[in-house]
């Protein structure tokens, strides 16, 4: 008989290894732990492991809300391929489905590689409806001229834009939360379904275990007193950076920052010898989309936004 039961530490080495397996990450069980310990207590979530009769680990599968707010809640189920057919996936989303219509969620939402046909197939099979697309895109640093693009730079500059990393503006109490309220500002403008920032104290809590965090990777439009625009990256185990959030406060728009910020945000990764900068953007978010083509960003692969309704 399958084994379904909430996961323990002692099983995140297999959760993570099956993780690192069909993903190609790196992740460790201490950074997996990490991020469970700091998760927030009103950011409710489940983690369970699916065992078949004879011992084997099956597979796992995490059920959560990923804004504190909305009470939206993300799913994900992972099955060793030795062990597909046998029901575990089956029996993991039920259980997780059952978590989270016990606590008020009126769908699971979850996102699948779009070459992830058979999976696909199954979330389809299960109820799962397909709702948009996410393109990752990368940027090869190698050889990248900004003449092209600098006058954007110029443009803000002369118009009284400082560029500066938060590293340079100093991460003190004071400004580490007034760039957790500029990124909570920003967030809302992002297209379709995106991780929402978590609240300042288990941010503050992750970022201080996080490898990924540097506020040299944080870089700032400054109009006066003003931070008006950023743009932030999370650094990478293979030495690239991923852009966790680009945008320009509401109230700065229509002076061309847009632009500005993101060339900059090139120029100071190409300065840092980074190899390569990754990005995800929503199929709809065009005016994104076009700006990264121009300066030379290519799609990699297109993740399938879907959601099961309870």
């Known amino acids: 008989m399958l084994i379904i039961r909430p996961a323990h530490e002692t099983d995140y080495e297999q959760i993570v290894a099956l993780f690192n397996a069909q993903t190609g990450s790196n992740m460790s069980a201490d950074r997996y732990a990490a991020d469970a310990r700091n998760r927030p207590a009103d ?11 004879d011992g084997r680990f099956a597979g796992y599968g995490f059920a959560g809300v990923d804004d504190e707010v909305e009470r939206n809640f993300t799913v994900t189920v992972r099955v060793d391929e030795a062990c597909r057919g046998l029901g575990a996936g089956t029996g993991l989303l039920r259980a997780l489905a059952n978590w989270a219509r016990a606590r008020g969620a009126a769908r699971l939402e979850a996102t699948l590689n779009q070459r992830q046909a058979e999976q696909l197939g199954w979330a389809a099979r299960r109820g799962f409806v397909t709702e948009g697309l996410v393109t990752r895109s990368e940027l090869k640093l190698a050889g990248w001229q900004p003449d092209s693009f600098i006058s954007a730079v110029t443009a803000a500059e002369e118009g009284g834009i400082r560029f500066t990393t938060l590293a340079e503006a100093g991460a003190t109490e004071e400004n580490l939360r007034r760039f957790h309220g500029l990124c909570k500002d920003l967030e809302h403008d992002v297209p379709g379904r995106a991780p929402k920032f978590p609240p300042y104290e288990a941010w503050r809590a992750h970022i201080e275990t996080d490898p990924s965090w540097d506020p040299a990777c944080v870089l700032l439009a400054v109009d006066g007193a003003e931070w008006v ?3 932030f990256f999370e650094k990478q185990s293979d030495g690239s950076w991923y852009t966790r959030i680009t945008g320009v406060h509401p109230a700065h728009r229509g002076r061309g920052l847009g632009t500005a910020i993101k060339v900059a945000a090139v120029r100071l990764a190409h300065a840092s010898d980074v190899p390569y900068i990754s990005t995800y953007n929503h199929n709809v978010n ?3 989309v076009a700006i990264n083509r121009q300066l030379g960003y290519e799609a990699v692969h297109t993740l399938v936004q879907i959601h099961l309704p309870l």
């Open 229 to 231: 625009a950023l743009s």
């Open 43 to 53: 950011m409710d979530a489940v983690r369970v492991v699916a065992h078949l009769p």
């Open 286 to 288: 065009a005016a994104m």
